[in-house]
């Protein structure tokens, strides 16, 4: 089994991934924690042991929801209630860890097609139930806690019954899947017929096609198969007020693309279901390899230059020196240390498309500085990068801090947008008296910017929700700041939705109001997320 014929799997309601790929900590990187004063501070609560509320939703919204779905697919089993509780943010599993589950569905509700998820969202609509539409549940930003208030009940949508792929046109190279298959699944499919989607985001084993296109995914290999959004062709959305069909031809000169309206809608305008999307040849070859720069800037200056003039690798990013240090892309070297900073370059396709693409990127970082590491480095990160997130349990149960961030700008104000950042996080850190780390990688390249992709580190507190609440804060200052977008991939949830809201000023959160006002009249749909209500 390859590192993209993962299996699809349930995550537990208070750790990532699937529970047999669960780590300890190497030695190393337990080295590194004691030098820096990190202990064990409470131990979790035990998912079961979490209290829940009774389920508000009234007895007979319930019994329409059971006419509707059947009642084998209408829950309120706390194992339920508890797996479709938030998303996977460090805040959310800091809230489970203490026992905090108040922003638990009172019910889960899994349609089998497209109709039924119309009538659940009519249902809805009209007995003011809210309504969070789950599809991997891998949302960071807050996309999966709605708002309660003036709502009688929450019920989480789960899509996993919308899975699998139900048309693929080779010539034209298109396929159609539903909402709520995983990202593993979907490969398996589209390789049993040669194709690929090239989508491979570090939440490859739990997101799910809808979820990609609801947050405009990224995914590792963006440089070479572009982001999701890029991929879609057509969708269809259930909505309160009915069905919405998108894409008719791959560009249209009909008015505004509503397709770009609804990528990106986080399950505010409505319920995607299915998802019709670019796909491409499996590749012959795929070749990863590993470079070292002296410096942050030195290599940026490589990659941007790959991204402007070519040729673009598949994939193409680069760590800060801090990064580099502590090799968090790999738990079992983490913490061994290297200088420099790491450049990955990966090339995928026919062969002697691969080794002549690879030949004139080879020149072009050697002529800028670059030092060859070779395909072992390369493959090490290939390997190891969906194995990332699995360090933060463990690290959590050490007593530490850990959290990611992203952001996205024009090339030109990279350098001040990293320093920004970085200085904003330590200075809010610093309150704490406790030391930290802020580590920084280029994700995702393009000819006129870049995606920053910050990890930062640190002691818990006492109060390690509000510790790391100040630091984010911080951070969408400071990104706002120079000019920056506030989410390059993570999308917008809760946690970005004030500052998305000056980031597109007054008249564009009016022109989003309008829309969903339109679509969803009651306004059911994940409330408070993406907009304030």
């Known amino acids: 089994m390859s590192e993209l014929d993962l299996p699809v799997v349930d995550f537990a309601p208070d750790r990532w991934g699937n529970p047999e790929h669960a780590i300890t900590l190497p030695e190393s990187l337990q080295a590194t924690l004691d030098a820096l004063g990190i202990h064990p501070l409470a131990a979790p609560v035990a998912p079961e042991d979490v209290a829940l509320g009774a389920s508000a939703v009234p007895a007979a919204t319930r019994t329409a929801l059971v006419e509707a779905l059947g009642a084998p697919y209408v829950s309120d089993e706390a194992v339920d209630r508890l797996r479709h509780t938030r998303g996977w943010s460090t805040p959310d599993i800091l809230k489970m860890r203490a026992g905090d589950a108040s922003d638990a569905p009172d019910l889960v509700l899994r349609p089998g097609g497209h109709d039924e998820v119309v009538e659940v969202l009519r249902i809805c609509s009209d007995a003011a139930v809210a309504v969070v539409p789950y599809s991997g549940g891998t949302s960071v930003v807050g996309g999966l806690t709605p708002g309660h208030e003036g709502f009688h009940g929450v019920v989480a949508l789960d899509l996993g019954r919308l899975e699998g792929l139900t048309s693929l046109d080779a010539v034209s190279r298109t396929a159609t899947l539903r909402a709520g298959t995983r990202g593993p699944r979907a490969e398996e499919l589209l390789q049993a017929d040669g194709f690929t989607l090239g989508h491979f985001p570090q939440s490859y084993e739990g997101a799910s096609i809808g979820g990609y296109a609801a947050a405009r995914s990224a995914g590792q290999s963006s440089a070479g198969y572009g982001r999701f959004d890029d991929m879609v062709v057509g969708l269809v959305l259930a909505t309160p007020r009915g069905t919405l069909e998108l894409g008719t031809a791959p560009k ?282």
């Open 252 to 533: 249209s000169a009909a008015g505004p693309d509503l397709r770009q309206l609804v990528l990106g809608s986080e399950g505010t305008l409505g319920v995607i279901t299915s998802v019709t999307v670019r796909v491409r040849p499996v590749p012959t070859v795929r070749v990863f390899e590993g470079w070292r720069f002296a410096s942050f800037e030195a290599g940026a200056e490589a990659v941007r230059r790959l991204a402007q003039d070519g040729p673009l690798p598949t994939v193409l990013r680069l760590s800060d020196e801090v990064e580099t240090a502590l090799n968090l892309a790999d738990p079992a070297s983490a913490g061994s240390g290297s200088s420099g900073c790491l450049a990955i370059t990966g090339y995928e396709g026919a062969p002697d498309e691969v080794a002549a693409r690879r030949a004139a990127a080879t020149s072009v970082l050697l002529e800028l500085g670059g030092e060859l590491l070779g395909e072992e480095a390369g493959e090490k990160w290939r390997t190891g990068r969906f194995h990332g997130p699995y360090l933060r349990d463990p690290l959590l149960d050490a007593g530490a801090l850990v959290e990611t961030l992203e952001t996205v700008t024009f090339w030109s104000n990279v350098p001040r947008l990293k320093q920004a950042v970085t200085e904003a996080v330590q200075g809010a850190l610093l309150v704490y008296e406790l030391p930290s780390l802020v580590m920084c990688h280029l994700s995702h390249v393009y000819e006129t910017g870049a995606s920053l992709y910050f990890t930062v580190a640190c002691p818990q507190s006492e109060d390690a929700l509000a510790q790391w609440g100040s630091a984010k804060a911080a951070a969408n200052a400071a990104i706002r700041g120079v000019g920056a977008a506030i989410t390059h991939h993570h999308g917008v949830g809760r946690d970005h939705r004030d500052t998305y809201a000056e980031e597109i000023g007054p008249l564009g959160v009016d022109v989003l109001r309008a829309v969903k006002a339109t679509l969803d009249p009651a306004g059911i749909l994940n409330p408070g997320v993406l907009v304030s209500r």
